[in-house]
């Protein structure tokens, strides 16, 4: 008895060339991927559209009191509801399209889901950033163009990015970029005039604010959806490849995870507490399945305590599915999850439990307790398999029964085949999932097996001993499987450190001092001389240094330095990033000359 997958080579990826972490996939490339998030921008249009209509209908409705004209307006408001009710659905289909992020391998596996990138509107920051840099740090604007352009630049190419740790280098850069951004150009305590429009992923609403944080929020989603799709794309007939697939689920949990716990106020349902509670859980659930066909990729070895273990991974797999099904169902989640997603962990949840109760059916039929086999061992494992043994039956005196084994190996069979009949029937019920041919190939082999079993085992007096097989216990149990100890599904947080950003901006000083939520005076111009080698006052501080012990009486103070100043050039030298050494060493360098020394003070110092 075996469920051995034949590897196959996996598929190359995508090469890196010059700037490939700026520049992002080509939007215009008619990939199965582009042309699926291009129909996903397209249905956020017309589902745009159709809220604002209704919107409008809706204002209609309460302002008129002809009721002619109320009753024109409510057969409108149906038709507005029908439509979106129907677009809604066509997205729900985007979001199911599972094979199209597949692996292109050849495999006969269940697909996973993952998730569909976020869409946004273009932001043009330019204008307002440098209006910010004129306004508030008092420097030509048109020195920063560059950046600014680069700041666009990165944010466009976030909109496609590929699907690899690349893409996800990608995004990651952006999002700590926009922290670099957050600082250096939005106070607390105004806003800035950018609105920033994104559309949630599975009604297609779009959200809008000038708020940074919605951005932030933004693209952490898209980090995690671009993790479940580097997940599903790996070959799972490989052990890399399901390493690799667990390793990106795990991951996309964790920043999904990270999300709700970080951002706990977005507008976007599709980012919810509740919302993101679910899809951590789907994560989870989706790497647990991967392990169990990491212990089936070599082959399942018809053996008792191999086969215990098996069941137990199926039938751990089974519950995960089950809770995951449990979840989607509860208000309000269930209102705005794709049916088909509810549908597919409902299958998972009948198809893993059937597995389970298959694979002890198999170590019970096939395998008798011989002299000298090791009875205390299989004993322990029975015993632990279930929470109680069925009426009347004994472990042990099971395991030497021949026909107690056949009797209780049969009621798992009876129950498995009930689980892949539930399973199968509610595939039928969805209609997306019809649509998708390899899932129900994987489910119409295995019910065929398991009825194939029973009917080699199938006696008349069956009808009179209906056994009740019990469930099994999932909490993984000792067995002496010479095998290393199977990786405990868990969250991957995001390490956000490893990835490097530099501040685009950095030109504008030290972030410490030079940031949105700091004031202070325009640049003053000090012309002073050093008298006899003595400048008049010393330097403190990191960069940028700061006047300090300022003599009231030398030729820096009459010309208008005050104690704690901070320098930011001499001479045209920018000296914001200059340490104190360095700074010192400057205006020594110029001897008894006139120099020229720009500061600026804070307006407003922290209270110590």
């Known amino acids: 008895m075996t469920d051995a997958l034949l590897p196959a080579a996996p598929q190359p990826l995508e090469k890196k060339d010059d700037g490939y972490f700026r520049k992002g996939c080509n939007p215009l490339a008619q990939t199965g991927r582009s042309k699926l998030q291009n129909q996903r921008a397209a249905l956020n249009q017309q589902i745009l559209k159709a809220v604002r209509m209704r919107t409008g209908a809706e204002n209609l409705l309460k302002a008129a009191t002809n009721h002619k004209v109320r ?3 409510r057969l409108e408001l149906s038709f507005v509801n029908s439509d979106l009710q129907m677009l809604k659905e066509e997205l729900e289909g985007l979001n199911i399209s599972v094979g199209v992020y597949q692996s292109t391998e050849e495999t006969f596996t269940i697909p996973l889901i993952p998730l569909g990138l976020k869409e946004t509107k273009d932001v043009d920051f330019s204008v307002v950033l440098k209006d910010f840099i004129l306004e508030h740090y008092s420097e030509d604007s048109y020195l920063y163009e560059d950046e600014i352009a680069d700041l666009m630049d990165l944010r466009q190419a976030c909109r496609t990015p590929s699907r690899d740790e690349a893409g996800v280098e990608l995004l990651m850069s952006y999002f700590l970029q926009l922290g670099f951004v957050e600082s250096r150009f939005f106070p607390p305590t105004r806003q800035m005039g950018i609105l920033f429009t994104w559309y949630d992923s599975l009604t297609g609403v779009p959200v809008c604010q000038q708020n940074l944080l919605l951005e932030k929020a933004s693209i952490l989603f898209n980090i995690g959806a671009l993790y479940t799709q580097i997940g599903t794309r790996c070959n799972r007939q490989t052990q890399a490849g399901l390493e690799g697939a667990m390793d990106a689920f795990q991951k996309a949990a964790g920043v999904l995870n990270y999300l709700k716990e970080t951002f706990t106020h977005t507008p976007s349902y599709d980012m919810s507490p509740a919302m993101l509670s679910v899809l951590v859980k789907m994560m989870l659930a989706q790497a647990q399945e991967i392990v169990f066909e990491k212990i089936c990729l070599p082959g399942i070895q018809n053996e008792f305590f191999m086969l215990v273990k098996v069941a137990q991974e199926a039938a751990k797999v089974g519950e995960v599915y089950q809770q995951l099904h449990a979840a989607m169902s509860q208000a309000p989640v269930k209102e705005n999850i794709p049916y088909s997603w509810a549908s597919v962990a409902c299958v998972k949840a009948h198809h893993y439990g059937a597995l389970a109760h298959y694979f002890v059916a198999t170590l019970l039929i096939d395998h008798q ?23 009347g039956l004994a472990p042990l005196a099971t395991l030497r029964n021949a026909s107690q084994r056949r009797q209780l190996g049969k009621s798992h069979l009876r129950k498995a085949i009930a689980h892949h009949e539930e399973s199968v029937r509610e ?42 097989a019990p469930d099994i216990i999932c909490e993984l149990i000792w067995v002496p499987v010479p095998a290393k100890t199977e990786q405990e599904v868990e969250i991957i947080v995001p390490q ?111 209270h110590p």
């Open 71 to 73: 009753e024109q307006v």
């Open 369 to 391: 307790l011989k002299p000298g086999a090791d009875e205390d061992h299989q004993e322990k494992c029975l015993s632990q398999l279930y929470d109680h043994m069925p009426e």
């Open 427 to 468: 595939v039928s019920l969805c209609k997306k999932l019809r649509n998708i041919e390899l899932l129900q190939e994987v489910l119409s082999a295995a019910h065929q097996r398991s009825q194939l079993k029973y009917a080699q085992h199938q006696e008349d007096d069956d009808l009179l001993n209906l056994m009740d």
């Open 496 to 606: 956000f450190s490893k990835v490097t950003a530099t501040d685009f901006f950095q030109k504008l000083g030290p972030l410490s001092v030079f940031s949105a939520n700091k004031r202070w005076t325009s640049p003053r111009s000090i012309h002073f001389t050093a008298e006899e080698g003595d400048l008049g006052f010393t330097l403190r501080g990191n960069a940028p240094v700061q006047v300090y012990f300022l003599d009231p009486y030398c030729s820096a103070a009459l010309a208008g330095a005050k104690e704690g100043d901070y320098i930011v050039s001499i001479q045209s030298v920018d000296c914001k990033w200059l340490t104190v050494s360095e700074v010192m060493k400057l205006l020594k360098s110029f001897g008894e000359d006139d120099i020229e020394m720009k500061v600026v003070s804070l307006l407003d110092p922290p």
